[in-house]
């Protein structure tokens, strides 16, 4: 996406931003620069993503109130959105509106009527509209991939089995 030294902001503070950072490899990535976050709604929890050691060492990125005013004031090269199911899809619509590649988490959006129009401020604009697959860095994720590279497993099917997948 980038030649070089991309821009970063984050929207929301969902509990999986930890693991989407650290699957972003910016455990010390000087090459990024953090220009700022903002809550998506009002009195999101920030805690985690302002606790994580990348954002904390980065003491000149401003919080910004709302996410209207952090992609009027630092126009970020790529908007990280990881809030609530139900604020994600208009978090990426402004983020896509305001030239920002995304990746966020998932569910990207809660309707295909959501979806198609995101996908479609994307392909008008160029962006890229990238869904975060936290966790593939443990174990059972790793092995999961192993066993579908070598067949032992046949076609993948995405079930969603929130309650049990712990």
């Not at 959501?114 to 890229?128: M, T």
């Amino acid at each position: 996406i980038f030649e070089k030294n991309p821009t970063i902001a984050f929207a929301g503070g969902f509990g999986h931003m930890v693991e989407v950072l650290n699957d972003l490899g910016l455990r010390g990535a000087p090459e990024v620069k953090y220009l700022g976050s903002t809550p998506v709604y009002p009195q999101e929890d920030m805690q985690v993503l302002y606790s994580h050691p990348w954002v904390s060492s980065h003491e000149a990125a401003n919080s910004y109130p709302n996410l209207d005013t952090l992609l009027e004031d630092v126009k970020p090269d790529v908007l990280v959105v990881s809030t609530r199911p139900d604020q994600i899809a208009a978090a990426i619509a402004k983020g896509l509106s305001a030239g920002c590649h995304i990746i966020t988490e998932k569910p990207l959006a809660l309707s295909l009527k959501e979806l198609d129009r995101l996908q479609g401020l994307a392909s008008k604009s160029q962006l890229a509209l990238l869904a975060m697959l936290s966790m593939r860095r443990f174990q059972p994720f790793r092995l999961a991939r192993k066993w579908i590279e070598e067949g032992v497993i046949g076609e993948v099917s995405l079930i969603n089995t929130r309650k049990s997948y712990k």
